[in-house]
């Protein structure tokens, strides 16, 4: 494929869009959690060993997702996963049972994955057929995404006084509409349509080190972000002397700056290469960190706020640099950063609850600011690589 395309602002719209919707699922799901624990009459035990199903079952189908793509299209898998999610999470609101619930949310982790690795190959795509830095903005509909579904979710439980599993399958039933109609407007290709050649993975995975390296940078950007949104609120409260209920502002600063990071990171993104944002992001988050760890009481949450901008850039730069490099098929790579950068999202908290409970939060914090320090070094390793791959390519 070696054909001239053209982008609109119906196929980035479309590619934000894949991101947005699946954010406000996903939110649904967050505010079901409560309501699901009463229903079934479960302790926190069980409830957790029910969601680590949801994680395996996205970590099955983010494996698969690059094949899926190459085989039926970006915009065909993006609608079938975000369906299978939606549809399963439905059943979950009507599981009466440990049992029936727990498959369902297996099956809503399956379409999940399916549907933001098939996602972040839209947006990949989309950046190199338009040639314009788009990443960050897609990324940033997540969280907007995510804001937008709590925030409505709200408003029909407590301020209408709508009941929560009617609510939830009202609001998946426009969801589902939506995407049909959205997706009409996605990049149906599943391959690079620039590329001089139609390269196509044999495996599902690559163990390529340019793939893992990338990889284990994303497990590292989603084990922070991870770790400091579930346990910052109870950092600042028992180590920095903040009363409870304002220490939880701290992870709200750290939200809201990755979510205008995100939106408005494209623009800033424009006067800097992404080794730049990457290399640059990683160190400026172990100084951010460094900082929460040593400064007192508010001057700690208040650098939520600078260590959301330096991170928000991050992630969507690697899977950018995921879609330019060279040595393995685009979504072999891609798949392979999304399968360990979700591994950081399920692991992180849990890790980082090992170290504070064998030490304390702080030294958990500190061992998460020398991660990003690390991972800086190793950012500008990666991108060496890909740099003398081009040039080798080139010769």
């Keep these: 494929m070696n054909e001239e395309y053209i982008?609109?602002?119906?196929?980035?719209?479309?590619?934000?869009?894949?991101?947005?919707?699946?954010?406000?699922?996903?939110?649904?799901?967050?505010?079901?959690?409560p309501y699901l624990k009463a229903k079934l009459t479960i302790g926190e035990d069980v409830l957790g060993s029910m969601i680590l199903l949801l994680g395996l079952g996205s970590c099955l189908a983010m494996a698969i997702a690059g094949k899926l793509v190459e085989s039926w299209g970006c915009k065909n898998t993006v609608f079938l996963g975000s369906v299978i999610g939606m549809a399963s999470l439905a059943g979950v609101t009507m599981g009466t049972t440990i049992m029936s619930t727990t498959v369902a949310l297996f099956f809503f982790g399956l379409g999940l994955g399916i549907s933001s690795s098939s996602a972040n190959l839209q947006a990949v795509l989309t950046e190199k057929v338009s040639k314009k830095r788009l990443m960050g903005a897609f990324h940033g509909g997540?969280?907007?995404?995510?804001?937008?579904?709590?925030?409505?979710?709200?408003?029909?439980?407590?301020?209408?006084?709508?009941?929560?599993?009617?609510?939830?399958?009202?609001?998946?039933?426009?969801?589902?509409?939506?995407?049909?109609?959205?997706?009409?407007?996605?990049?149906?290709?599943?391959?690079?349509?620039?590329?001089?050649?139609?390269?196509?993975?044999?495996?599902?995975?690559?163990?390529?080190?340019i793939a893992i390296i990338f990889g284990l940078l994303s497990f590292v950007?989603?084990?922070?972000?991870?770790?400091?949104?579930?346990?910052?609120?109870?950092?600042?409260?028992?180590?920095?002397?903040?009363?409870?209920?304002?220490?939880?502002?701290?992870?709200?600063?750290?939200?809201?700056?990755?979510?205008?990071?995100?939106?408005?990171?494209?623009?800033?993104?424009?006067?800097?290469?992404?080794?730049?944002?990457?290399?640059?992001?990683?160190?400026?988050?172990?100084?951010?960190?460094?900082?929460?760890?040593?400064?007192p009481g508010y001057a700690s949450m208040y650098m939520y706020l600078f260590l959301g901008i330096v991170l928000s850039m991050v992630v969507p730069n690697l899977f950018s640099a995921m879609?330019?490099?060279?040595?393995?098929?685009?979504?072999?790579?891609?798949?392979?950063?999304?399968?360990?950068?979700?591994?950081?999202?399920?692991?992180?908290?849990?890790?980082?609850?090992?170290?504070?409970?064998?030490?304390?939060?702080?030294?958990?914090?500190?061992?998460?600011?020398?991660?990003?320090?690390?991972s800086g070094f190793v950012g500008k390793y990666a991108y060496s690589l890909m740099e003398s791959s081009k040039d080798e390519s080139e010769v």
């Design 142 to 209: 997540w969280s907007l995404g995510g804001f937008f579904g709590a925030g409505v979710l709200v408003v029909l439980l407590k301020v209408l006084g709508l009941p929560v599993e009617e609510s939830i399958w009202g609001l998946l039933i426009l969801l589902v509409i939506a995407m049909a109609i959205i997706s009409r407007f996605m990049l149906p290709f599943g391959t690079d349509p620039t590329a001089k050649s139609d390269r196509k993975s044999k495996n599902p995975l690559s163990f390529h080190k």
């Design 7 to 33: 982008i609109s602002k119906s196929n980035i719209r479309s590619a934000f869009m894949a991101f947005f919707i699946p954010g406000m699922y996903t939110a649904l799901w967050a505010g079901f959690v």
């Design 221 to 295: 950007s989603y084990l922070a972000e991870g770790a400091v949104g579930d346990w910052s609120a109870l950092y600042l409260f028992e180590d920095k002397n903040i009363i409870i209920e304002e220490a939880v502002m701290g992870v709200m600063f750290f939200n809201a700056a990755m979510t205008i990071g995100r939106l408005l990171g494209n623009r800033m993104g424009q006067h800097m290469s992404s080794k730049t944002v990457v290399v640059g992001g990683y160190l400026l988050g172990a100084l951010a960190m460094g900082f929460i760890v040593l400064l």
């Design 323 to 374: 879609g330019e490099q060279r040595m393995v098929p685009m979504a072999q790579a891609i798949a392979t950063s999304t399968l360990l950068g979700y591994a950081g999202i399920l692991m992180g908290p849990a890790l980082i609850g090992y170290i504070a409970h064998a030490s304390s939060l702080m030294v958990a914090f500190i061992f998460i600011a020398v991660l990003l320090g690390l």
